[in-house]
């Protein structure tokens, strides 16, 4: 088993860590790359980092090579049902839309190599993908723990289309979370980089030399010491709405691993992705989603009957009022 040291050099600088490793090493795929860089077989100065890690110039890379998958521990496809999950909300030759629930990774990933979204959308995917391929179909992703839309590609043209719509800014993404505190001011922008947390590695943080990220809130109710905030992404970075919300001392309640312990929501962080707009990619047609959130958001009755503040949850256009939404979970009562 042989280990190499690179060092990065000035042209690369600014590569992300699996294309680099592509490039020196092209006999081996981006996604095998992927693989070896979540087993820790890449390090970059004696640490391992993601492979969306932007390489510096100087920074020594070190590869041990021909490392297998722990026993056990590769993706299995296996044989899905060939039903539609019932969280499917809307199909057809080029896209699925998913309502993910709480707890479902995205696509494989370490501890969770049989039982991804993916996994369960093979059937439509073009079946058993290339097993260096982790994501077929995949233009964004959401946290394990938190619910609701996003979109996928039944075609690799299809994926790239979606993937620059997203770069663009051209993908319309809004959540809810339910959060610590009352934020003031009520609405704004949170503007501050993020990067991997120097500390915790496996906490995202706003750091100085992170990259740009933006998020728009919106109060939409509040509690005695609860707030109910309306979000929208103009970036979409690694765990961007619970770093920055925690950041300005208003964390996600469930989410532990930000501070946002709550003893009332133990099953995850109340963040759920609502409302989903895009272009579609085969005619331009503009493509509107909106979830309810998930049966453990019922929990919110236990904070007794909320202070609206803004009348629309997702904005006007997607036409669900603040106040509906919460008598349909039976937290305010209708008048």
């Known amino acids: 088993m042989a280990n190499y040291r690179v060092t990065v050099s000035t042209r690369?600088?600014?590569?992300?860590?699996?294309?680099?490793?592509?490039?020196?090493?092209?006999?081996?795929?981006?996604?095998?790359?992927?693989?070896?860089i979540l087993h820790g077989a890449v390090l970059v100065n004696g640490r391992q980092e993601k492979a969306g890690y932007a390489v510096k110039a100087g920074q020594v890379i070190t590869v041990q090579m021909n490392?297998?998958?722990?026993?056990?521990?590769?993706?299995?496809?296996?044989?899905?049902?060939?039903?539609?999950?019932?969280?499917?909300?809307?199909?057809?030759d080029?896209?699925?839309?998913?309502?993910?629930?709480?707890?479902?990774?995205?696509h494989p990933a370490a501890g969770h190599w049989h039982d991804s979204l993916v996994h369960h959308l093979l059937p439509w995917l073009g079946g058993t993908p290339d097993p260096d391929e982790l994501r077929p179909g995949i233009v964004h992703r959401l946290d394990r723990d938190t619910s609701g839309l996003l979109v996928v590609a039944r075609r690799e043209k299809v994926k790239a289309v979606l993937s620059a719509a997203i770069q663009a800014r051209e993908v319309t993404?809004?959540?809810?979370?339910?959060?610590?505190?009352?934020?003031?001011?009520?609405?704004?922008?949170?503007?501050?980089?993020?990067?991997?947390?120097?500390?915790?590695?496996?906490?995202?943080a706003v750091v100085y030399n992170g990259r740009?990220?933006?998020?728009?809130?919106?109060?939409?109710?509040?509690?005695?010491?609860?707030?109910?905030?309306?979000?929208?992404l103009e970036t979409g970075r690694t765990h961007q709405i619970r770093v920055h919300l925690a950041a300005m001392g208003h964390p996600v309640l469930g989410d532990p691993l930000y501070g946002g312990r709550a003893p009332l929501f133990t099953h995850?962080?109340?963040?759920?992705?609502?409302?989903?707009?895009?272009?579609?990619?085969?005619?331009?047609?503009?493509?509107?989603?909106?979830?309810?959130?998930?049966?453990?958001?019922?929990?919110?009755?236990?904070?007794?009957?909320?202070q609206v503040v803004h009348p629309w949850v997702y904005g006007a256009e997607a036409d669900v009022k603040t106040d509906q939404w919460l008598s349909d979970l039976g937290v305010l009562l209708k008048p």
């Open 173 to 204: 993404r809004r959540y809810v979370a339910l959060v610590r505190g009352h934020l003031e001011p009520a609405h704004g922008v949170i503007e501050a980089p993020i990067g991997r947390d120097p500390r915790h590695r496996l906490k995202m």
């Open 12 to 36: 690369d600088e600014g590569t992300r860590l699996d294309r680099w490793l592509t490039l020196q090493w092209p006999e081996h795929s981006r996604a095998f790359w992927q693989r070896q």
């Open 212 to 232: 740009p990220a933006r998020t728009h809130y919106e109060t939409l109710a509040v509690w005695p010491g609860v707030s109910l905030l309306g979000c929208a």
């Open 94 to 106: 080029a896209i699925i839309v998913c309502n993910k629930p709480r707890g479902m990774v995205v």
């Open 67 to 92: 490392v297998e998958q722990p026993q056990g521990q590769e993706p299995r496809w296996g044989e899905p049902s060939p039903a539609w999950p019932q969280w499917v909300l809307y199909h057809d």
């Open 268 to 306: 995850g962080q109340m963040l759920h992705a609502g409302f989903l707009s895009f272009n579609h990619p085969r005619d331009g047609r503009r493509c509107q989603f909106v979830a309810p959130v998930p049966d453990d958001w019922v929990s919110l009755h236990a904070l007794g009957t909320a």
